[in-house]
C-alpha cells in the first residue's frame, strides 16, 4: 500500500480530468449532490453526505434492457465513458462494495462499474443521524471499497493512499511526495477520535437483537406500518436498495400511425416495435409482491415494513454480502415523512418489542 502526501486536491483532479469524466459531491446552497464537473475549477470537496448517493451511476434508475424489432431480441448493454467518482465517503463506498456482490451478474450494471474509479474519503466528523462505526462501514474507507482514499490532515495537506491496482494505474505521471509515518498515524488518530465523538447507539443493537430473535409482533409491525404512506423515500435513498422491476414499452413508428395502409392484424399495427425496460421498485409498494394469480404475500403494509427492516438488519443475509444491507447513513430517517426511519424504528423495538 502506497501513501503519499497532497499540498492540494486540486492537481489530482486535474490529472485524473483528462482520462476520466470527473464526478464530485458540489454544495448549491446547502443542497449536495453529485454533479459531473466538465472543467477547473473543480472546487473544494464537501464533507456533507449528498442527499443521494452514488447508486445511480450503476443501477441507473431507468434502463432499456433489449428492443425488439418485430424480428430479433437485441441487448443494449451501456458503453458509458471511464469515469472517476472523486470523494465518495466511506459508507456510500460500502453500499457499492454490498451492490456489487448483489448485481455480480448483471451485464448492465458491470458494464458501468467496470469503467469507475473510486476515490474515497474518510470522515473525521459524525455526520447528522449517520452511525457508520456500528455497522463496519466507516468512518474511515475500508481497503476493499475504493481504489485511492483521501484523508485530510493538518495545514490543508491530504494523505493519498492507493489501495488498488486500477487506483495505482490512474496515478501514472503524476509526481508524488512519499508520505511520512507522522502523516500516516495522523490519519489513525483522527478516525479514532471521530469515532468517539458519534452519540449513544447501542438502542440500535439492541433493536436488531430482538428484530433476528423476531420478537416484534405481526401487530407491532401493522402500528409502525400506520405511518408509512409508501412514498418509497426510504427505498430510494437508500444506497444498498436494489427491488427494480420491468416494463415492456411498445413504440409505433409515426409513419406507420399516420399511413392509411397500415395494418392492425392481431390487434398491433405493422412495424410495431418494443422494448423492455428496468425501472427502480419499492418493496413498500402495496403491488410489488402481487403474483400473476392476484395472491400477494405482503398485502398487509405491515408485512412490507417488517420485511423491508428485516432484509436491512436479519442474519440470514450476512453470510451472502458480509454483513448487514444498512451501512449506517442515515437517509431513511431524514426523508420520511412518517418518521418510520432506522432510529425511530429501532427505538420502538426496544421499547415496545
Known amino acids: ?60 434508475e431507468q434502463e432499456t434492457l433489449y428492443v425488439f424489432d418485430g424480428q430479433y431480441f437485441r441487448e443494449t448493454i451501456p458503453q458509458p465513458e471511464p469515469f472517476v467518482l472523486f470523494g465518495v465517503q466511506s459508507c456510500d463506498l460500502m453500499a457499492i462494495h454490498y451492490q456489487d456482490i448483489f448485481f455480480e451478474e448483471d451485464p448492465y450494471y458491470q458494464a458501468r462499474r467496470q469503467q469507475a474509479l473510486l476515490v474515497g474519503i474518510d470522515c473525521v466528523q459524525p455526520c447528522q443521524q449517520g452511525f457508520c462505526y456500528l455497522v463496519n462501514a466507516g468512518p474511515g474507507v475500508r481497503d476493499t471499497t475504493a481504489d485511492l482514499i483521501l484523508h485530510p490532515l493538518e495545514n490543508s495537506q491530504w ?17 508524488l511526495t512519499p508520505a511520512s509515518s507522522d502523516d500516516k498515524k495522523q490519519r489513525w488518530d483522527n478516525l479514532s477520535q471521530c469515532e468517539h465523538q458519534f452519540g449513544d447507539h ?34 430510494t435513498l437508500c444506497p444498498t436498495c436494489s427491488c427494480y422491476g420491468t416494463q415492456t414499452k411498445v413504440m409505433v413508428p ?22 423492455t425496460v428496468r425501472f427502480w421498485d419499492s418493496c413498500l409498494y402495496e403491488g410489488f409482491q402481487r403474483e400473476a394469480s392476484f395472491h400477494n404475500p405482503s398485502e398487509q403494509a405491515g ?20 454483513r448487514y444491507g444498512c451501512i449506517g447513513c442515515g437517509r431513511c430517517e431524514q ?9 425511530s424504528v429501532m427505538k420502538r423495538i426496544v421499547k415496545d418489542a
Open 1 to 60: 500500500m502506497q501513501q503519499y502526501l497532497l499540498d492540494s486536491l486540486h492537481e489530482l483532479q486535474a490529472h485524473l480530468a483528462q482520462s476520466y469524466q470527473l464526478y464530485q459531491v458540489i454544495d448549491n446552497d446547502g443542497d449536495t449532490s453529485w454533479q459531473h464537473v466538465v472543467q477547473a475549477p473543480y472546487g473544494e470537496l464537501v464533507s456533507k453526505l449528498p442527499q443521494s448517493s452514488a447508486k445511480g451511476f450503476f443501477f441507473t
Open 159 to 175: 494523505l493519498l493512499i492507493v489501495v488498488s491496482e486500477r487506483g495505482n494505474a490512474a496515478l501514472h505521471g503524476l509526481t
Open 202 to 235: 447501542s438502542y440500535i443493537l439492541e433493536g436488531i437483537d430482538k428484530l433476528n430473535r423476531d420478537l416484534p409482533s405481526d401487530a407491532f409491525w401493522q402500528q409502525v406500518a400506520v405511518q408509512c404512506i409508501a412514498c418509497s423515500g426510504c427505498t
Open 254 to 275: 409515426a409513419a406507420a400511425i399516420n399511413s392509411p395502409e397500415t395494418g392492425t392484424e392481431g390487434g398491433e399495427p405493422n412495424g410495431v416495435k418494443s422494448s
Open 303 to 322: 408485512d412490507r415494513v417488517k420485511r423491508f427492516w428485516y432484509h436491512k438488519f436479519s442474519h440470514d443475509f450476512v453470510p451472502e454480502f458480509g
Open 335 to 343: 426523508t420520511c415523512p412518517g418518521v418510520i426511519g432506522v432510529h
